[in-house]
């Protein structure tokens, strides 16, 4: 079987992953995720097939450096820079993420997670004493950008421009997901992380929801990495396919290889 996972032949490498391996137990059963190499390029669009405990949301917390791996040979990543940024002399070149992590440097990874990832958790992770408004505006906040019209025109694209003043409690499940999608995207970040971000709408919302998100995306020129189980619709919406090959061993053990589709 040929493990290696690669974008389209063209364009920039965002994320490029070799023999990153993460193991945990529990209940004395060991687990393994496995990835011999993944490389994601700027701007893909990448689905992360596979039904519940199989391994999504841990590789998507290593991408989101959020989760350290047990080993790695090699973890690289690229974020795209704004205009308004000023660009150093190694923009030009991937940083090395691993050597951050083997150097305990968790305050940089936080930094680049707020500058360059967006996450969309299942359950939208609204914060309920805020705004709909305050809540997309959050990411942006922390960051100290700028007031400007973004907020509201990004609520005018997910159709929630009218909610904006209202309290989370006052929203339909839906509604809800398209504010934590705004919130992701309202700091223009290289890479916006979704983990089953459509399980808790019914299967006709959610493709609704799921075809908004990515033409979002697809005009902002993010790179979107999204974790779910539907995979008819996923197909339709034309991702590149990631999934796993799962191998059990006599002692109980789990092996989860993350493989293309």
Not at 16 to 42: C, M, W, Y
Not at 142 to 153: A, F, H, T
Request: glycine share 8%; hydrophobic share 35%.
């Amino acid at each position: 079987m040929n493990n290696e996972i690669s974008p389209p032949e063209s364009g920039t490498l965002i994320y490029h992953l070799r023999d990153v391996i993460k193991t945990r137990e529990s209940e004395g059963v060991a687990f393994r995720l496995n990835v011999p190499s993944l490389q994601i390029g700027q701007g893909e669009k990448i689905a992360l097939i596979g039904e519940s405990g199989c391994g999504k949301s841990t590789l998507l917390d290593m991408l989101s450096f959020i989760l350290q791996p047990s080993e790695v040979g090699s973890f690289r990543f690229r974020p795209k820079h704004s205009d308004e940024k000023k660009k150093k002399k190694n923009d030009d070149e991937s940083l090395d993420i691993k050597r951050y992590w083997d150097r305990g440097k968790q305050n940089y990874l936080g930094d680049l997670r707020r500058h360059h990832i967006g996450y969309v958790m299942q359950t939208g992770g609204l914060l309920p004493y805020l705004s709909v408004r305050d809540n997309i505006n959050l990411s942006r906040h922390v960051l100290g950008m700028k007031n400007d019209d973004s907020v509201e025109q990004l609520a005018k694209e997910l159709g929630i421009h009218h909610h904006l003043n209202k309290l989370p409690e006052n929203l339909s499940t839906g509604e809800r997901q398209r504010v934590a999608i705004g919130r992701a995207l309202a700091h223009n970040p290289s890479i916006v992380i979704a983990d089953e971000p459509t399980a808790s709408v019914d299967p006709f919302a959610a493709e609704k929801i799921m075809s908004l998100f990515l033409e979002l995306v697809e005009e902002m020129h993010i790179t979107v990495i999204v974790a779910s189980h539907a995979w008819q619709h996923i197909k339709r919406l034309e991702l590149r396919r990631l999934s796993h090959h799962t191998r059990r061993s006599e002692d109980g053990s789990v092996t989860e290889t993350v493989v293309k589709g």
